[in-house]
């Protein structure tokens, strides 16, 4: 069974620092690596996408990929209370045709 | 430009009932999922759709089915409900497979009673 974990929660960071997510991932042949953010009550919402090794940037966000070590990190520079969420790691499998989630890591920021 | 349409909303069933629930992608995406989100776990996947036809299947049990219509709109239908089946059921759109990642529905709430 193919499986995406991620570090346990929840993470508490004061404003301003870094908040740093990670998520390990079963599947080899994983072409498609992507960061979900889910408020509350709140369906959830694709904020980053990486498909080859290295970093992705996008504001203050940086998504990290390394295939051989099957490991995806998200870092949240500056962070702000607004951030406060549930951050969802997902992995396609090789055919595309399913995405996998994992159980998520609850952000808190601190004011 | 409209974004993912679920609905209802909310619903509350009674065990053993019939619920139907329905989904309308982006504009232009040809394929939809569906995920079952039990509070404090992340989505898991029940099926996907794509240009109609089944494209994969979550290990759910036959009581779980769906179906896309040609306009690619879906439905979800879980028959003779039990108390576990309770949770937030999400419908996610794409152009094709999950390859570009999902745009998602707001949901809809299903709590059996």
């Known amino acids: 069974q193919k499986e995406v974990e991620q570090n346990s929660g929840p993470l508490s960071v004061p404003e301003g620092a870094i908040a740093s997510l990670n998520c390990t991932y079963s599947?080899?042949?994983?072409?498609?690596f992507f960061w979900y953010r889910q408020y509350s009550g709140k369906s959830p919402e694709l904020i980053m996408s990486i498909y080859s090794n290295g970093d992705k940037e996008d504001g203050r966000f940086t998504a990290q990929l390394n295939k051989a070590s099957q490991y995806v990190s998200l870092l949240i520079r500056d962070s702000q209370p607004s951030d406060s969420a549930t951050y969802l790691c997902a992995v396609t499998e090789t055919s595309y045709d399913k995405v996998i989630f994992g159980p998520g890591t609850s952000l808190s920021v601190i004011p | 430009d409209a974004g993912v349409t679920q609905s209802p909303t909310h619903l509350i069933k009674t065990r053993g009932q019939h619920v139907t629930l329905r989904c309308s992608p982006i504009?232009?995406?040809?394929?939809v999922s569906w995920y079952q989100q039990v509070l404090g776990q992340g989505p898991q996947f029940i099926f996907q759709y794509y240009e109609k036809e089944e494209r994969g299947r979550g290990n759910f049990p036959d009581r779980f089915s769906a179906r896309q219509f040609p306009n690619y709109s879906s439905e979800l239908n879980v028959n003779a409900l039990l108390l576990g089946d309770s949770a937030l059921y999400l419908c996610?759109?794409?152009?094709?497979?999950?390859?570009?990642?999902?745009?998602f529905g707001s949901g809809t709430r299903l709590t059996v009673v």
């Open positions: 504009s232009g995406h040809k394929s």
């Open positions: 996610a759109s794409s152009s094709a497979g999950g390859y570009y990642g999902y745009t």
């Open positions: 599947d080899r042949g994983s072409q498609s």
